[in-house]
Nanobody, 123 residues
Framework: QVQVVESGGGLVQPGGSLRLSCAAS????????MRWFRQAPGKEREFVAG????????FYADSVKGRFTISRDNAKNTAYLQMNSLQPEDTAVYYC????????????????WGQGTQVTVSS
């Protein structure tokens, strides 16, 4: 089994910062990529940021470039999303997604999703 668990959400004032964590655990052979998505009320889930696990290449949605930074700790199988200059429009449930090849099963890697963590930006 593989699990992906997010943490670090909360309530923050406009202009503030939060750091989200996404930890993968279980029978992991290889992680390919970790990504963050978000879903605001009444809207579709949208991509926020991603990081390739081996090379560390990062990619961002235009709406968060320059404000959010994704990073990883390979030893901990954990990705982080540092969010600065938060605005009310960043309010959403943030989901972590990871493409992981399970140990001992071979074949193709699978997509794993966390349960989500709420981020609310409000004064």
């Amino acid at each position: 089994q593989v699990q992906v668990v997010e943490s670090g959400g909360g309530l923050v004032q406009p202009g503030g910062s939060l750091r989200l964590s996404c930890a993968a655990s279980g029978s992991i052979f290889s992680i390919y990529v970790m990504r963050w998505f978000r879903q605001a009320p009444g809207k579709e889930r949208e991509f926020v940021a991603g990081i390739s696990w081996s090379g560390g290449s990062t990619f961002y949605a235009d709406s968060v470039k320059g404000r959010f930074t994704i990073s990883r700790d390979n030893a901990k199988n954990t990705a982080y999303l540092q969010m600065n200059s938060l605005q009310p429009e960043d309010t959403a449930v943030y989901y972590c997604n990871s493409v992981i090849l399970r140990a001992g099963v071979g074949g193709r890697p699978d997509d794993y999703w966390g349960q989500g963590t709420q981020v609310t930006v409000s004064s």
